[in-house]
Nanobody, 121 residues
Framework: QVQVVESGGGLVQAGGSLRLSCAAS????????IGWYRQAPGKQRELVAR???????NYADSVKGRFTISRDNAKNTVYLQMNSLKPEDTAVYYC???????????????WGQGTQVTVSS
């Protein structure tokens, strides 16, 4: 099986920075897209940023210029550097990985349990 574990959340003042990490482990053949989503209270889960195995990045408009996603393919790990944080960035941040378990070409979606990010004003 595959486990996805996030870390790095916490409480920070507006304008501050946090770095989230997400490590995938288990029976992994390779990982296609891996990324971050977030869900604020009373809102739907939304894409924050994701990155392909080839390094192509996508960001939500609300975080462009402030957040940077990166990945270490050798470690099956993705990072999210969050700068200039705003109170509206407060949410539970979830990691999602599209994982191939073998060479069949099929990918399965795995989610972490989430890490809380709270930005105070």
């Amino acid at each position: 099986q595959v486990q996805v574990v996030e870390s790095g959340g916490g409480l920070v003042q507006a304008g501050g920075s946090l770095r989230l990490s997400c490590a995938a482990s288990g029976s992994i053949f390779n990982i296609n897209v891996i990324g971050w989503y977030r869900q604020a209270p009373g809102k739907q889960r939304e894409l924050v940023a994701r990155i392909t195995s080839g390094g192509r990045e996508n960001y939500a408009d609300s975080v462009k210029g402030r957040f940077t996603i990166s990945r270490d393919n050798a470690k099956n790990t993705v990072y999210l550097q969050m700068n200039s944080l705003k109170p509206e960035d407060t949410a539970v941040y979830y990691c999602n990985a599209e994982v191939a378990l073998d060479s069949s070409g099929r990918y399965y979606s795995y989610w972490g349990q989430g890490t809380q990010v709270t930005v105070s004003s």
